[in-house]
């Protein structure tokens, strides 16, 4: 199985606005783990 690297960044750009839009009213591990998901693109 491929991984679309470009693809995912993309998504997870969106994700990230969402993810700031909401951020105060998300749990605490949900920030942190999209943090993570975000840092393991980044190569």
Do not use: A, C, Y
Request: no cysteine; net charge negative; charged share 30%.
């Amino acid at each position: 199985m491929q991984i679309d690297d470009d693809s995912w960044k993309q998504e997870l750009e969106t994700h990230s606005e969402l993810f700031d839009g909401l951020s105060k009213r998300l749990p605490r591990e949900m920030v942190l783990k999209q943090g993570l998901l975000n840092l393991s693109f980044m190569h």
